[in-house]
Nanobody
Framework: QVQLVESGGGLVQAGGSLRLSCAAS????????MGWFRQAPGLERSFVAA????????DYTDSVKGRFTISRDNAKNTVHLQMNSLKPEDTALYYC????????????????????WGQGTQVTVSS
């Protein structure tokens, strides 16, 4: 069992930056692919970014490419999402997710692929 706790959300003006963190406990994150998802009011939870367990592969939804960066520190059991050039449409509740994997280099983009979820951290971008 992996417990995930997100932090770093807040209110920021358009064009600003935030760095989200996801701290894991219960298990080491080694052998877990990780992802960030977001959910705005009235919408379904959607993929934002993913990273393979060793960090060698990353993937992003098109709308955040070039602005967001996912990274991980397995020694510290943490995953980060650096968000730059934020836009009002980035406003959402952001979730961290973990997926146990048997092979390295794999990442996942679908909600149903992930085994464990955090409670989310709110990001609000004002115009």
């Amino acid at each position: 069992q992996v417990q995930l706790v997100e932090s770093g959300g807040g209110l920021v003006q358009a064009g600003g930056s935030l760095r989200l963190s996801c701290a894991a406990s219960g298990r080491t994150l080694t052998s877990y692919a990780m992802g960030w998802f977001r959910q705005a009011p009235g919408l379904e939870r959607s993929f934002v970014a993913a990273i393979s367990w060793a960090g060698e592969n990353t993937d992003y939804t098109d709308s955040v490419k070039g602005r967001f960066t996912i990274s991980r520190d397995n020694a510290k059991n943490t995953v980060h999402l650096q968000m730059n050039s934020l836009k009002p449409e980035d406003t959402a509740l952001y979730y961290c997710a973990a997926k146990n994997v048997l092979f390295g280099g794999i990442w996942y983009t679908r909600v149903r692929d992930y085994d464990f979820w955090g409670q989310g951290t709110q990001v609000t971008v004002s115009s």
